[in-house]
């Protein structure tokens, strides 16, 4: 055998090993993706799964009567997966759910500046409320008023969400709104256009007394900025003691919790996390603040998660009396995790403890002090808050 043929056979057989390798790789790969690690045929991702979902479309493709939407069907397939852990705080987003979630969790939002209600008795959309300096306040909208038209469409029957869908399209251009004040009021029509608005987290006020009174109705990006803000008016117009109201806070971002834990919390643990493993992470205060004015909490039953590791802090820290009733008991953190496609997993991965250590998961933080609401439209709760406080 001459040189040359040598040469051409060495060649030939080393792209066949590379041609073999690939081939090995990828069938390693294909088993790595179908086949679980353990487990048997019930697991989510077993051959005998994948193969029952493809019988279950091809009767569906064969029989179905109506149209099917294939997308609608695999997300809920997506979301049963998780479902199937009967866990109520793990779920599964789409691309555009999550995007819709992280709006929230941001505490901004495309609108007018206005909160909308929807009549059961005649599927109308009335506005509750009207936020100061906002386009729907300038544009003479107010609270009562009902939604008829938007730009000539008839939005009678729409949800809040769907009309708040709708308003959003229409950001940064002026839209013709065709309002009725009241039940039985003349139909009239108002220009506005929607801007991309921050939801008011924290509001304040000054009672008699030298009281500050500050509600945080929910702990999202922007609830840490409004706080301080709060807090600085308040300070300017005499605060000397501090009502903090956490009732119907259903939580949000725990990293705002503690953001605000470290401007009124001594210097130590915040809240500390606990995984599968015993992993623990600790949030803590690394100085002390110099914060000591006289503080009430209030909290009620839907007082949870990261407003509960607030109240849970204070109450263990003793740097003030929690009035009340005893919240919901959420003490357990989710995290996102972000598919390959775009879509994202919320799932429960830790458990959380208070500084010392107590787990109020079920449980709840019960109040020093318990007060009934009342549904007269008096507040016997903060009012008690102001006789503790002096």
Same mark, same amino acid.
């Given at each position: 055998?001459?040189?040359?043929?040598?040469?051409?056979?060495?060649?030939?057989?080393?792209?066949?090993?590379?041609?073999?390798?690939?081939?090995?790789?990828?069938?390693?790969?294909?088993?790595?993706?179908?086949?679980?690690?353990?487990?048997?045929?019930?697991?989510?991702?077993?051959?005998?799964? #994948?193969?029952?979902?493809?019988?279950?479309?091809?009767?569906?493709?064969?029989?179905?009567?109506?149209?099917?939407?294939?997308?609608?069907?695999?997300?809920?397939?997506?979301?049963?997966?998780?479902?199937?852990?009967?866990?109520?705080?793990?779920?599964?987003?789409?691309?555009?759910?999550?995007?819709?979630?992280?709006?929230?969790?941001?505490?901004?939002?495309?609108?007018?500046?206005?909160?909308?209600?929807?009549?059961?008795?005649?599927?109308?959309?009335?506005?509750?409320?009207?936020?100061?300096?906002?386009?729907?306040?300038?544009?003479?909208?107010?609270?009562?008023?009902?939604?008829?038209?938007?730009?000539?469409?008839?939005?009678?029957?729409?949800?809040?969400?769907?009309?708040?869908?709708?308003?959003?399209?229409?950001?940064?251009?002026?839209?013709?709104?065709?309002?009725?004040?009241?039940?039985?009021?003349?139909?009239?029509?108002?220009?506005?256009?929607?801007?991309?608005?921050?939801?008011?987290?924290?509001?304040?006020?000054?009672?008699?007394?030298?009281?500050?009174?500050?509600?945080?109705?929910?702990?999202?990006?922007?609830?840490?900025?409004?706080?301080?803000?709060?807090?600085?008016?308040?300070?300017?117009?005499?605060?000397?003691?501090?009502?903090?109201?956490?009732?119907?806070?259903?939580?949000?971002?725990?990293?705002?919790?503690?953001?605000?834990?470290?401007?009124?919390?001594?210097?130590?643990?915040?809240?500390?996390?606990?995984?599968?493993?015993?992993?623990?992470?600790?949030?803590?205060?690394?100085?002390?603040?110099?914060?000591?004015?006289?503080?009430?909490?209030?909290?009620?039953?839907?007082?949870?998660?990261?407003?509960?590791?607030?109240?849970?802090?204070?109450?263990?820290?003793?740097?003030?009396?929690?009035?009340?009733?005893?919240?919901?008991?959420?003490? #357990?953190?989710?995290?996102?995790?972000?598919?390959?496609?775009?879509?994202?997993?919320?799932?429960?991965?830790?458990?959380?403890?208070?500084?010392?250590?107590?787990?109020?998961?079920?449980?709840?933080?019960?109040?020093?002090?318990?007060?009934?609401?009342?549904?007269?439209?008096?507040?016997?709760?903060?009012?008690?808050?102001?006789?503790?406080?002096?």
């Amino acid at each position: 055998m001459d040189e040359k043929s040598a040469k051409k056979i060495k060649r030939k057989s080393f792209f066949s090993g590379v041609i073999a390798t690939l081939l090995a790789v990828a069938l390693l790969y294909f088993i790595y993706m179908i086949v679980p690690a353990g487990g048997g045929a019930s697991r989510p991702d077993s051959i005998q799964t #994948i193969k029952k979902a493809k019988e279950i479309q091809r009767i569906i493709d064969r029989n179905y009567l109506d149209d099917a939407d294939e997308q609608a069907e695999t997300d809920t397939m997506f979301l049963g997966q998780v479902t199937g852990l009967g866990d109520r705080y793990s779920t599964y987003y789409t691309a555009e759910q999550y995007e819709e979630i992280q709006k929230e969790r941001n505490g901004n939002y495309i609108g007018i500046g206005v909160t909308i209600a929807r009549s059961e008795d005649d599927k109308t959309l009335e506005i509750v409320s009207v936020g100061d300096g906002t386009p729907a306040e300038n544009a003479g909208i107010q609270k009562g008023d009902r939604i008829c038209r938007i730009n000539g469409e008839d939005v009678t029957g729409y949800s809040s969400s769907e009309l708040s869908d709708l308003i959003e399209k229409y950001v940064g251009t002026e839209i013709s709104m065709e309002l009725q004040r009241g039940e039985e009021g003349d139909r009239f029509t108002v220009n506005v256009t929607p801007e991309q608005m921050e939801t008011e987290t924290v509001t304040g006020s000054m009672l008699d007394g030298g009281i500050g009174y500050i509600h945080i109705t929910q702990f999202a990006k922007i609830t840490v900025d409004q706080f301080e803000d709060t807090m600085k008016s308040l300070s300017d117009q005499g605060m000397q003691k501090m009502i903090l109201d956490l009732r119907d806070n259903g939580g949000g971002l725990v990293s705002s919790a503690c953001e605000i834990g470290r401007q009124i919390l001594p210097e130590g643990i915040i809240v500390y996390e606990e995984n599968k493993d015993g992993n623990r992470i600790y949030e803590k205060n690394d100085e002390d603040n110099g914060f000591s004015m006289p503080m009430v909490v209030l909290v009620n039953e839907n007082t949870a998660s990261a407003a509960e590791i607030l109240a849970g802090a204070i109450k263990d820290d003793g740097i003030a009396t929690i009035v009340g009733k005893t919240t919901f008991g959420k003490g #357990i953190v989710q995290n996102d995790f972000r598919l390959s496609d775009g879509s994202y997993l919320k799932l429960t991965v830790r458990h959380y403890y208070t500084p010392d250590g107590n787990d109020i998961h079920g449980k709840g933080i019960e109040p020093d002090v318990t007060v009934d609401a009342a549904d007269d439209g008096s507040d016997p709760q903060l009012d008690k808050a102001k006789e503790l406080i002096g």
